[in-house]
């Protein structure tokens, strides 16, 4: 199982991202695909769900209104888009495949880097 995602992305503030995760090795619309971040310094922050399946997704409230969630099946990949960017938005960026049937197992992305900076 791999879930790819891009290395790195900087942008200015007032911008948008779209993060990648490229996923292989197991059934894609099987997993839900969880987004999380983690800024310096701080814990693991939940940014939202999607279920490949259907495409429905769970966000959180606070930041609901600057992210989108999709996928595209044609090629098992997740997307995760960040609008109106600010410098607190400075994280590096998880997708988390997540199984919730019996047994349940999780994998990880290696991360992205975002860096929002003048």
């Known amino acids: 199982v791999q879930l790819v995602q891009p290395g790195a992305e900087l942008r200015n503030p007032g911008a948008s991202v779209k993060v990648s995760c490229k996923a292989s090795?197991?059934?894609?619309?099987?997993?839900?695909i969880d987004w999380v971040r983690q800024a310096p310094g701080q814990g693991f922050e939940w940014m939202g769900r999607?279920?490949?399946?259907?495409?429905?997704?769970k966000t959180a409230q606070k930041i609901q209104g600057r992210v989108t969630f999709t996928v595209d099946t044609s090629t098992s990949t997740a997307y995760v888009e960040l609008s109106s960017l600010k410098p607190e938005d400075t994280a590096v960026y998880y997708c988390?495949?997540?199984?919730?049937?019996?047994?349940?197992?999780?994998?990880w992305g290696q991360g992205t880097q975002v860096t929002v900076s003048p």
């Open positions: 988390n495949a997540v199984y919730l049937g019996p047994g349940g197992r999780n994998y």
């Open positions: 090795g197991y059934s894609f619309t099987s997993y839900y």
């Open positions: 999607i279920d490949p399946e259907d495409g429905g997704t």
